[in-house]
T-cell receptor, first 117, second 109 residues
Framework: DTGVSQNPRHKITKRGQNVTFRCDPI?????LYWYRQTLGQGPEFLTY????????KSRLLSDRFSAERPKGSFSTLEIQRTEQGDSAMYLC???????????????FGQGTRLTVV | DAKTTQPPSMDCAEGRAANLPCNHS???????VYWYRQIHSQGPQYIIH???NNETNEMASLIITEDRKSSTLILPHATLRDTAVYYC??????????FGAGTQVVVTP
């Protein structure tokens, strides 16, 4: 396993277009997270999944954003009607939660850099 | 999750130890201290974490004060490849990591 994989690495789109990003987590990791990072800031939490269930969504996740993890494996993040303010790095991370063990680390992908022009 | 305070930047000479401080005065008893770093244009990379005791791994050492209100990440022999933004995070929620602005560390020859 080569870690968390994100595609594409870079995406340039025109304002108003829809975009979709894909994240393939580490095999058998049951938790998957999406973050957004703008220039000079730390990553901001967007949402996370436990298997296929989306358990939490940040207020940052407007109704133009939707995330899915249909079979509890890979996940997609779609942004509809993109705006210039959506330009950012979108990061995916995964971790394995076993029972009540809570001190596990999250592994991040390389991110997808979105530029809306 | 508790808030952390880190200096915005620090420089370190190559080959010397880098000591990165973090204040987390409102940390709760069941919150862990995590450190991640992010090299330019890459995703964050896990470094180390701890609860009460000092921890060491192949990358770094983590020193947590007895009252747990602050900690120090030690990179024992900094190299140019250690230039990155270092994030100190405390959490009880094993899902959501809340990143601050971190410390930009620049290792110079």
């Amino acid at each position: 396993d080569t870690g968390v994989s994100q595609n594409p690495r870079h995406k340039i789109t025109k304002r108003g277009q829809n975009v979709t990003f894909r994240c393939d987590p580490i095999s058998e990791h049951n938790r998957l997270y999406w973050y957004r990072q703008t220039l000079g800031q730390g990553p901001e939490f967007l949402t996370y999944f436990q298997n296929e269930a989306q358990l939490e969504k940040s207020r940052l996740l407007s109704d133009r954003f939707s995330a899915e993890r249909p079979k509890g494996s890979f996940s997609t993040l779609e942004i509809q009607r993109t705006e210039q303010g959506d330009s950012a790095m979108y990061l995916c991370a995964s971790t394995a939660i076993e029972g009540t063990r809570q001190n596990t680390e999250a592994f991040f992908g390389q991110g997808t850099r979105l530029t809306v022009v | 999750d508790a808030k952390t305070t880190q200096p915005p930047s620090m420089d370190c000479a190559e080959g010397r130890a880098a000591n990165l401080p973090c204040n987390h005065s409102t940390i709760s008893g069941n919150e862990y201290v995590y450190w991640y770093r992010q090299i330019h244009s890459q995703g964050p990379q896990y470094i180390i974490h701890g609860l009460k005791n000092n921890e060491t791994n192949e990358m770094a050492s983590l020193i947590i004060t007895e009252d747990r209100k602050s900690s120090t990440l030690i990179l024992p022999h900094a190299t140019l490849r250690d230039t990155a933004v270092y994030y100190c995070i405390v959490r009880v929620s094993w899902g959501k990591l809340q990143f601050g602005a971190g410390t930009q560390v620049v290792v110079t020859p």
